[in-house]
């Protein structure tokens, strides 16, 4: 299979060439943002054909640079790769995601924030099962929904860690360092999706990424904290059945599984005894220490245009956060200051959901000066 790797210096990118080396899997394109060792390291293991990054110098001779806003695209469309792996952060997966769906292109998506931007421009390509879900809980979830008509199906439960604050009493959240929320207790992955997760901002966007997917509606899809993260999803079906899916956490099987589908891969993981279990705990996340879930909800029931602010202002505020200028506590505020602001618009094309990307950046830095002073 020839593969295209965006993001193919990240957590995912990284996991998906460990993959493309176990299966003998040719990589013909990849990008990252920054040239840096960790591009050249792999454009000199897999000669890519194409690759692209946004910022740094190149280095002549290893093959093919494509650059400028249109890179991604370029990509996504470049001539015989059979599948692309969109693992960039943030809203600038949406382009190429669009455009290799438009070639009849299997997508496989871990970039959920661009999932949920894209929105009702993406979900056609749902259902021609062009993009497949690059996330544990809904390549779980996909799992368990095939075969089933959606009139069999009552609920869908993602499951959560908690993060990394999730035992911290919550009057000590606004102390909390990035050191300390960066401390995922059972992945690791990138800066930006770890914070997601200890804000919870991750899970409430995954509701609006299964809602998306999976057309259900947004009562339907619940979140219930599970520190192993052993269960992965659960459907309860119109009988009062509940049917899990239970796996290593190991990013290896979604990758797999999205490149693979409709077939299942060989071995993908070590497989689970039942001893391997241990105890399968599950509580309901408590609102006050999670105003993200309230907040992501709200916004799945405006749609439109507010899913992307949501993506950015959390990213521009996130990215305060690591930068020790925005207390943990406040991270959320910032997102829910950015969307009171925000005229939705609703039915959005390609051009509308860029707009409201860029507003939104500029938003969340002018509510953070207000917060900050700086
Ligand atoms: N990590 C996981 O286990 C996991 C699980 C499910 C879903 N996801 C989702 O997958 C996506 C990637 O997560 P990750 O953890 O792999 O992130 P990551 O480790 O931060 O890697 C992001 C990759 O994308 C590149 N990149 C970042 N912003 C970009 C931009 N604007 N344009 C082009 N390239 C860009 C980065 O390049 P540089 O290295 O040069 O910065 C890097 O190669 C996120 O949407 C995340 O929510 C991740």
Redesign the pocket.
């Known amino acids: 299979m020839n593969l295209v790797v965006?993001?193919?210096?990240?957590?995912?990118?990284s996991q998906t060439l460990e993959i493309a080396r176990r299966r003998g899997h040719r990589v013909v394109g990849v990008?990252?943002?920054?040239a840096?060792d960790?591009?050249w390291r792999v454009v000199d293991e897999f000669r890519p054909e194409v690759y692209a990054?946004?910022e740094g110098d190149d280095r002549p001779g290893v093959g093919r640079r494509v650059d400028g806003p249109d890179a991604?695209r370029e990509l996504a469309l470049w001539p015989g790769a059979d599948a692309v792996v969109v693992?960039?952060?943030?809203f600038?997966?949406l382009t190429p995601m669009l455009a290799a769906i438009a070639a009849g292109r299997r997508v496989a998506a871990?970039?959920?924030?661009s999932i949920i931007a894209g929105g009702d421009l993406l979900r056609g390509a749902v259902a021609g099962g062009l993009l497949l879900p690059?996330?544990?809980e809904h390549a779980a979830a996909f799992q368990l929904l095939l075969r089933r008509r959606p009139e069999e199906v009552r609920r869908l439960i993602i499951t959560t860690s908690g993060g990394a604050l999730r035992d911290w009493p919550i009057d000590r959240l606004p102390a909390a360092r990035p050191q300390d929320a960066l401390r995922h207790p059972n992945?690791s992955?990138?800066?930006?999706?770890t914070i997601?997760s200890a804000t919870l901002m991750?899970k409430g966007i995954e509701v609006l990424e299964a809602h998306v997917l999976f057309g259900m509606p947004l009562e339907a899809i619940d979140v219930w904290i599970h520190p192993t993260q052993i269960v992965h999803a659960l459907v309860e079906t119109c009988d009062g059945a509940l049917y899990a899916s239970l796996a290593r956490p190991d990013?290896m099987l979604p990758i797999e599984q999205a490149l693979v589908h409709p077939d299942l891969p060989q071995e993908a993981l070590r497989p689970l005894e039942p001893e391997d279990l241990g105890d399968l705990t599950f509580r309901r996340p408590d609102p006050l220490r999670y105003p993200s879930l309230r907040l992501c909800r709200e916004v799945g029931t405006i749609g439109g245009t507010m899913p992307a602010v949501l993506c950015a202002a959390n990213e521009v505020a996130v990215a305060a956060f690591l930068a020790d200028v925005l207390p943990f506590t406040e991270i959320i505020p910032v997102v829910e200051t950015v969307l009171e602001a925000h005229e939705p618009q609703s039915a959005p094309d390609l051009a509308a959901l860029q707009a409201s990307d860029r507003w939104a950046r500029a938003a969340a830095e002018n509510a953070l000066r207000r917060r900050t002073g700086r």
């Open positions: 965006l993001g193919a210096t990240g957590s995912i990118g990008s990252a943002y920054h840096g960790r591009l990054f946004q991604l693992a960039v952060n943030g600038d997966g871990a970039t959920k924030e690059v996330d544990s992945w992955m990138g800066q930006l999706v997601n991750n990013m």
